[in-house]
């Protein structure tokens, strides 16, 4: 079944429901939005000529046309290819190739930079931009019937952020996003009608795929006037439109919470707050569950996976009571009721309760393959099973701890010692804002631990003394930094996830140019 089944439904059973809003003044009604998709499907397929199955591209910042956009792909039996708006042109371009994209809908802030980027690298793909008057013309097309697809037909071609080498595109069928919005009924929200999802991240990714629960329950879609993710902003839409529901990277998780903090805002407004894409540490969590009460849902996912791995509820991150409490909140929860995880050795053998091996998971949910690349398909899904490259361990009741990606273990004098277990202490002191550790080379001991620390505002007399006696009360001497450099801001990729590489790529160029930073 087309996803796209999802917004047609919804226009029948609530058409005069409110279905886009513009920060709090509404746009369309679930009727209007399906009409705009039907029409904008029906231009692309008989107007463009476009086949079932061709890819197009959207590159665009968070907008009121991005939903009409990326359902009216769908609707016409196309592939959406999610391109993160923050990408530079040349980037994008890279991907709009890679991908065969036959039309990129394009926000009129990029087209400027992305159109004779496009023409330097020999493509010619048209762009469709909103409020042009191309587009005018495509969302009062004749509009066309959803367009059927079998399930396991491709619709979502996500590319992933490319940290280590260019990006890789995940294969994601209409069977896969299925059974992550039921994964996102059973383990995430239930969601009622009177739910606003609002789009402060980037709907290229999981803010994006987590509209279609919503879509499906007939609820408000909320698109920021900023278009993006400002806590004031936020704040002031939970008073005037109520019942805000968002998924948000960990870093946006403690600014909203900061602010909430400072401003001694009523948090009443928001409903559910879903946070992954990376680590939210044990004592971040616990402000935030103190700040602004139990509305908060951790979920861990891949793009190879969607946001469907294991899900940490808002009962157990709720539940202090619990004598495992402690233990609980530091993990990632148990598997979504759609997959199978396990934690396995080399071998792909499963681990005892607690012991430490790479997780992998199977299910309705993982992709098929990476785009045009048999090679890293065949070395990221063995026998069924997805090799997340995540390390882990999970307990006797299932729930998965995360101690760090494989490539990021730290081997010092024969112990492995997991970045996350030193950030996680680290993070406790209260003058520290943001942390990430990794190895360096160490001809002693093979690596040795490195911590690069952002401190709050008025905490720059805190030193590496300070920090040192911190972790030596709190864990083993040789897990213990052994190096602390101050940052003002640790690199982020588009989706705010912390970049390793380039930390090691700074600690090479200190190296290189034989500038300690309080060295322990």
């Not at 995880?341 to 949910?365: F, K, Q, T």
């Not at 690069?452 to 008025?458: A, D, I, M, S, T």
Request: charged fraction near 20%; include cysteine.
């Amino acid at each position: 079944m087309n996803l796209a089944h999802i917004l047609a439904r919804s226009a029948r059973t609530f058409p005069e429901r409110p279905a886009l809003l513009v920060g709090d003044r509404q746009l369309h009604t679930y009727a209007a939005l399906a009409a705009r998709s039907a029409r904008l499907a029906g231009y692309l397929r008989q107007n463009l000529g476009l086949e079932a199955g061709e890819r197009v591209a959207i590159y665009m910042s968070n907008c009121a046309e991005y939903l009409e956009c990326l359902y009216g792909i769908l609707w016409a039996g196309l592939v959406v290819v999610p391109i993160n708006a923050k990408l530079h042109p040349r980037e994008a371009a890279w991907i709009v190739g890679n991908a065969g994209a036959r039309l990129v809908c394009v926000s009129a802030d990029l087209a400027g930079e992305l159109a004779p980027v496009l023409h330097d690298e020999g493509g010619v793909v048209p762009l469709l931009v909103p409020g042009d008057g191309h587009y005018l013309r495509a969302v009062t097309a004749l509009a066309i019937p959803v367009q059927e697809r079998t399930p396991d037909a491709l619709a979502w071609l996500f590319y992933t952020s490319g940290t280590t080498g260019q990006p890789k595109g995940v294969m994601l069928s209409h069977r896969n996003l299925q059974t992550m919005t039921a994964c996102f009924f059973t383990d995430v929200d239930p969601v009622a009608r009177d739910d606003a999802a609002v789009y402060a991240a980037p709907l290229s990714h999981g803010a994006g795929l987590y509209s279609f629960p919503y879509m499906l329950r007939g609820c408000r879609h909320v698109i920021p006037e900023s278009g993006g993710f400002e806590p004031d902003e936020l704040i002031a839409l939970s008073r005037s439109v109520g019942r805000l529901c968002l998924f948000a990277a960990p870093t946006m998780v403690r600014r909203l919470v900061d602010r909430v903090q400072r401003s001694g805002a009523d948090p009443s407004g928001f409903q559910t707050i879903v946070y992954g894409g990376g680590p939210m540490y044990a004592d971040d969590i616990r402000i935030a569950l103190h700040a602004m009460g139990p509305r908060f849902v951790q979920i861990y996912g891949q793009g190879e996976s969607p946001m469907t791995i294991t899900a940490l509820s808002r009962e157990v991150l709720a539940n202090r009571a619990d004598p495992d409490w402690a233990s609980r909140v530091a993990s990632v929860g148990v598997a979504q009721a759609l997959a199978e995880v396990r934690i396995v050795d080399v071998e792909g053998r499963s681990l005892a309760s607690d012991e430490v091996g790479e997780v992998v998971v199977r299910g309705d949910a993982v992709m098929s393959g990476y785009w045009r690349n048999p090679a890293a398909s065949a070395a990221t899904l063995r026998d069924g099973w997805l090799w997340t490259g995540d390390m882990g361990s999970m307990d006797s009741h299932g729930f998965v701890t995360l101690k760090d990606r494989s490539k990021d273990l730290i081997i010092s004098g024969g112990s492995n010692i997991y970045p996350r277990e030193v950030e996680e202490v680290l993070i406790a002191h209260p003058a520290v804002r943001e942390v990430s550790v990794i190895g360096r080379r160490d001809e002693d001991w093979g690596e040795s631990v490195v911590a690069f620390v952002v401190l709050e505002e008025g905490s720059r007399g805190v030193g590496a003394d300070e920090l040192d006696r911190h972790c030596l009360d709190r864990m083993a001497r040789f897990k213990r930094p052994k190096e602390y450099r101050f940052v003002d801001a640790l690199p982020k990729n588009n989706y705010g996830k912390v970049l390793k590489t380039s930390l090691r790529r700074l600690l090479l160029e200190a190296q290189a140019g034989c500038i300690p930073d309080q060295a322990k």
